[in-house]
């Protein structure tokens, strides 16, 4: 599966951001996807994680309240909505998608190319 991040940009803390990854090739149904996010000169690290079939998600305890994670099967494509955002969500964010995994844990095999959120004081 391909997949192509997008949403991104620069946004006063307090504000919203919605991230978009459109996914392609097999069927996305089938496939748990997440996000993750890479703050400048760390780790990646987990944000939040959905099944193929929407029917569980799940969060760092560090967006849980202000992000809600989501997926349209039919449009191929996962969300992340961004609220109430604080300097320290500046990152880049991936998607990523696997089957059969343990939805919080970095190893999913198929990685958009990330997408630039930068959070100003």
């Known amino acids: 599966v391909h997949l192509q991040a997008s949403g991104g940009g620069l946004v006063q803390a307090g504000g919203s951001l919605r991230l978009s990854c459109k996914a392609s090739g097999h069927s996305f149904r089938a496939y748990t996807a997440a996000w993750f996010s890479q703050p400048p000169g760390k780790e990646r690290e987990f944000v939040a994680a959905?099944?193929?079939?929407?029917?569980?998600?799940y969060y760092a305890d560090s967006v849980k309240g202000r992000f809600t994670i989501s997926r349209d099967n039919s449009k191929n494509t996962l969300y992340l909505q961004m609220n109430n955002l604080k300097p320290e969500d500046t990152a880049v964010y991936f998607c990523?998608?696997?089957?059969?995994?343990?939805?919080?844990?970095?190893?999913?095999?198929?990685w958009g190319q990330g997408t630039e959120v930068t959070v100003s004081s």
């Open positions: 990523a998608a696997q089957t059969g995994i343990d939805p919080t844990r970095d190893a999913y095999g198929y």
């Open positions: 959905i099944r193929g079939s929407g029917s569980n998600t």
